[in-house]
């Protein structure tokens, strides 16, 4: 069977290409049959409101002051429209509430809502006046990029197999602006925002994908191809590979499994010499059934999405592939699956990983810490200077934080400090826990090696991210635990029911920034 990667997703991502208009449109210029505007509580303060009052029509403020028009935040209402404009077919009105309170993250959460009505509406085009949606704080040109990245985000629907429906999928193939700011800019603010929609809504449809239809073969395929569309330089080790390296970290999760490992990595040079590397590192467990320490059946159901920290680091390298940032970067994914079988691996066990440190098993189910063990020595080997490790790691990030939190540790409080500032841009909520000495010296007692994998469920994400944390030894780096944010158990304003793409947006901001 062909992998659902190579027979869907390629599909997909063929077909996402935009017509962005960089010509300056009017009302009455616009040549798409809908039309979005966004209507803040008080519009005499908005630019331009009587002109779109002129063009709509004289009821427009009426239905405005008798509520079927709202401009209570996140309402959308559409309306029919007979202007001399003959292509335009509607109005979608997108209320705002109070201009001055509305912030970044509420405009973007906004436009995935109006991705949704687009969907839902079947629309191949549409145009923004993006001055009803300006604020003092918020720019046309940083609404033109919240738009393409709220609505690409919110248009996105989980590929399925049912063979009940002939329905054609929908894309928007154009969007033009009603604006006075210049046309170019506003544009490619756009583009840059659809780019990382798109990129998102890739990793989401990794996470998505059944298990047997997305193996560490299929995962590294598709970073081959990757590689190819944006010129990376590309390297996959097979089990031979592997162990011949001798990376008992990957290898130990990989021995109960019929699908070979593989070890992914990509690089990214923009600078003459390769120093002053980012490196992400991603954890690629493409089913997790708990080895022996056995998962029950209702904690088994959804672990195809443990590889959602891979999918997150390959979303982040489409970015940088699109956007060309200034920064070497390296993204090195180890990817398995851990089954069960007679040669599987077992608690009591004793494995060597890659650098060196043998690691008691205690827990099989805590097998994500040993391929990213691995994973990171083998980053700091390909010149990672700083890394950045992404993980469904822990069920106990969900105890702690909930399920709209990222977990972090870190061993570098400036490198931290700086990766935050990414996310205040992207509106991904991340919180730091503590790493005490005590906590390493936990991960570190065995009687028969130099670390445990499980040392307790009490402190669970920070002893799996610690754990972690110990084969990045002085490096800068940084652990995000994305279990209860890499899949959402209902639809949100930003997308559907299952994975998120979450870092993605983040991981990408912060190279450009940093």
């Not at 959402?488 to 901001?509: E, N, S």
Request: a negative charge; glycine letters at 10%; hydrophobic letters at 40%.
């Amino acid at each position: 069977m062909e992998s659902g990667y190579n027979s869907r997703e390629k599909a997909v991502r063929e077909a996402i290409s935009m017509n962005i208009g960089t010509e300056n449109k009017t009302f009455a210029s616009a040549t798409v049959e809908t039309i979005i505007i966004g209507v803040q509580k008080h519009r005499e303060q908005m630019k331009n409101w009587s002109a779109f009052s002129e063009f709509f029509g004289s009821a427009l403020d009426e239905w405005i002051r008798s509520g079927e028009i709202s401009s209570d935040r996140k309402k959308l209402m559409k309306f029919p429209v007979t202007t001399v404009n003959e292509t335009l077919k509607r109005v979608v009105f997108v209320g705002l509430g109070e201009g001055k309170t509305l912030t970044e993250e509420n405009l973007r959460e906004t436009f995935g809502l109006v991705g949704k009505e687009l969907k839902a509406l079947k629309v191949n085009n549409y145009a923004i006046w993006l001055e009803s949606f300006a604020t003092p704080t918020i720019e046309e040109t940083d609404v033109a990029f919240l738009a393409a990245e709220g609505i690409g985000m919110g248009f996105y629907t989980v590929p399925n197999y049912k063979t009940s429906s002939n329905e054609q999928d929908t894309y928007v193939d154009r969007v033009e602006f009603v604006t006075e700011v210049n046309g170019e800019e506003v544009a490619a603010s756009f583009e840059v925002g659809h780019i990382y929609a798109q990129a998102v809504n890739e990793a989401r449809s990794l996470v998505n994908l059944p298990p047997n239809m997305l193996t560490a073969t299929d995962l590294a395929n598709y970073a081959v191809d990757l590689a190819k569309q944006y010129d990376f330089e590309v390297e996959i080790l097979d089990k031979a590979q592997l162990e011949e390296l001798g990376m008992g970290g990957i290898l130990s999760v990989n021995q109960g499994s019929s699908e070979e490992p593989r070890m992914i990595t990509l690089k990214y040079q923009a600078k003459d010499k390769w120093e002053d590397v980012v490196g992400f590192v991603g954890k690629g467990v493409t089913y997790d059934t708990g080895g022996y320490s056995l998962k029950p059946r209702e904690s088994m159901v959804g672990m195809k999405g443990d590889m959602g920290g891979a999918a997150a680091v390959l979303g982040a390298m489409k970015i940088i592939g699109e956007t060309r940032p200034k920064r070497n970067v390296v993204a090195v994914i180890g990817s398995t699956d851990n089954m069960v079988s007679g040669t599987a691996f077992k608690p009591d066990d004793v494995i060597t990983t890659y650098s060196g440190k043998t690691v008691e098993v205690l827990n099989t189910d805590a097998e994500g810490r040993l391929v990213l063990a691995d994973a990171m020595t083998y980053a700091k080997q390909q010149g990672a200077n700083y890394l950045i490790d992404v993980a469904t790691l822990t069920g106990g990030v969900i105890v702690a934080l909930g399920m709209d939190k990222t977990g972090a540790l870190t061993n570098n409080e400036e490198f931290f400090e700086s990766f935050m500032e990414a996310t205040v841009e992207t509106g991904e909520f991340v919180w730091r826990l503590p790493l005490t000495e005590k906590d390493k010296k936990r991960i570190r007692k065995s009687d028969l090696a130099d670390l445990n994998n499980s040392p307790g469920r009490d402190g669970h994400m920070i002893f799996g991210g610690g754990f972690v944390g110990e084969f990045a030894e002085d490096t800068p780096w940084i652990h995000l635990d994305i279990a209860g944010t890499s899949d959402a158990t209902a639809p949100h304003d930003l997308g559907p029911k299952g994975g998120t793409g979450v870092m993605v947006r983040t991981l990408a901001a912060f190279v450009e920034q940093f």
